[in-house]
């Protein structure tokens, strides 16, 4: 399938109540379910219309190819905005056949990764058919296909996308002596359990091994949120249970506004929706979690890559 038939696709289901997919896909979400997000949906919002919705392909197009020069931080927040209201949609993108058959871009629905990756990819792009090719470079460590997929954020997708230029790790910069390390270890035991064999990986493409991180405590957050640039990604951290392959379960973009610090994000359980939510109650929420306990963040600098993504890309561990 061309990029100009998956943008088509994407721009023609733009509309309120858009149809969502039950939450039966594989995926790295499978495994980041909580029950605090379930007992939450209760309250979600009705899903109203997005920025990109009324566009045809030639307007998205002359979006895209607006302000092009701009810092990236502007680009990531003018395209980012646009999916506010977009429902959340547990694992809306996959490869468009096989294990994940799901779509490869869209714009009607997204989870909080998705929103992440595609908001990157717009912004990053200096033209319309730019974005296909840069959401493949973020999503995928080399291939695009389900089991070449980043789908686990500590040993995956931050380390490739940090690898490719994408990203920067500023978490010791901004949290300051507050910072400390953590790992994510993965092992042969942590693959044997249900939520990991979700993911349907073979064995060869399962990663193993111990994966090093940066980290703010959660409650020494707020004594550094105004001096997060926007535009950074934060990532959310659990604490590390041995059977789960991931301890990051959230992520979006801050937001400086008004004097005020925002997460923008694609909220499960709550909203059921892109909202700009204020960052202390979204973390005072997180503290309140029993069952897999939220310990801190990690702030992420969305960056252009110093030369045109290439096809040899190094793979995850």
């Known amino acids: 399938?061309?990029?100009?038939?998956?943008?088509?696709?994407?721009?023609?289901?733009?509309?309120?109540g858009a149809s969502s997919k039950q939450d039966v896909a594989p995926g790295a979400a499978r495994l980041v379910e909580s029950g605090s997000a379930a007992a939450q949906a209760a309250t979600a919002t009705p899903a109203r219309a997005n920025g990109w919705t009324g566009l045809d392909a030639s307007g998205f197009a002359a979006l895209v190819a607006q302000a092009t020069e701009a810092p990236l931080s502007e680009r990531l927040l003018s395209m980012s905005a646009r999916f506010i209201n977009t429902p959340y949609v547990?694992?809306?993108l996959g490869e468009g056949s096989g294990v994940d058959p799901d779509p490869t871009f869209r714009l009607d629905a997204v989870d909080c990764l998705t929103f992440v990756e595609q908001s990157m990819a717009l912004g990053l792009a200096r033209s319309e058919p730019e974005v296909g090719a840069l959401l493949e470079h973020i999503r995928y460590a080399q291939t695009p296909s389900y089991e070449d997929r980043n789908h686990l954020m500590e040993a995956q997708w931050l380390p490739n996308n940090i690898r490719k230029g994408f990203l920067r790790d500023v978490t010791r910069a901004l949290g300051g002596e507050d910072a400390v390390s953590v790992t994510k270890t993965l092992?042969?035991?942590t693959w044997q359990s249900r939520s990991s064999q979700s993911l349907q990986l073979p064995r060869e493409r399962q990663p193993t091994g111990t994966f090093a991180l940066?980290?703010?405590?959660?409650?020494?957050?707020m004594a550094h949120a105004r001096d997060i640039p926007s535009g950074t990604i934060l990532v959310v951290m659990r604490e590390d249970l041995p059977l789960k392959a991931t301890r990051i379960t959230h992520l979006g973009f801050v937001v400086q506004r008004k004097h005020r610090t925002f997460l923008r994000h694609a909220s499960r359980g709550g909203y059921n929706r892109v909202v700009d939510e204020?960052?202390?109650?979204?973390?005072?929420?997180?503290?309140?979690?029993?069952?897999?306990?939220?310990?801190?963040?990690?702030?992420?600098?969305?960056?252009?890559?110093?030369s045109a993504p290439s096809s040899a890309v190094v793979r995850s561990p």
Request: proline letters at 8%.
């Open 1 to 16: 399938m061309t990029w100009a038939v998956v943008l088509a696709s994407a721009l023609l289901t733009q509309a309120p």
């Open 90 to 92: 547990l694992s809306p």
């Open 187 to 189: 092992t042969k035991t």
């Open 214 to 221: 940066n980290m703010i405590p959660l409650e020494k957050v």
């Open 278 to 306: 204020d960052l202390e109650t979204f973390l005072t929420r997180n503290s309140r979690y029993a069952k897999w306990k939220v310990t801190g963040v990690s702030l992420f600098e969305p960056r252009r890559p110093d």
